[in-house]
Nanobody, 121 residues
Framework: QVQLVESGGGLVQAGGSLRLSCAIS?????YGWFRKAPGKEREFVCA????????FYADSVKGRFTISKDNTKNTFYLQMNRLNAEDTAVYYC?????????????????WGLGTQVTVSS
């Protein structure tokens, strides 16, 4: 059974940075981050597969966010830089055993409970 636990959310000023972590138990092939802003649907942020040779970012975060992993800690990360108010959301890590990356919610089988990120302007 795969389990994911996020951490690292909080309150940050616009222009600042945060790093989210997602601890994993279980064997998976791809890792991803999604977010749900108030009044909006949950949306894809970024994802990569376990080899790291396929990485995708939403246009809204490209160049500001970076997804990475530490195999020794069974943890993957979302480094968020130059945050703005539009980045305020609950962030969810996701994982799946399928190697091919998808951007739709139904393409991901395992989810964390979410961590709140609030950017003050």
């Amino acid at each position: 059974q795969v389990q994911l636990v996020e951490s690292g959310g909080g309150l940050v000023q616009a222009g600042g940075s945060l790093r989210l972590s997602c601890a994993i138990s279980g064997r998976i092939s791809r890792y991803g981050w999604f977010r749900k802003a108030p009044g909006k649907e949950r949306e894809f942020v970024c994802a990569f597969n376990w080899t790291g040779n396929s990485t995708f970012y939403a246009d809204s975060v490209k160049g500001r966010f970076t997804i990475s992993k530490d195999n020794t800690k069974n943890t993957f990360y979302l480094q968020m830089n130059r945050l703005n108010a539009e980045d305020t959301a609950v962030y969810y890590c996701a994982a799946d055993t399928d190697f091919i990356i998808g951007r739709r919610l139904y393409e991901w089988d395992y989810w964390g409970l979410g961590t709140q990120v609030t950017v003050s302007s």
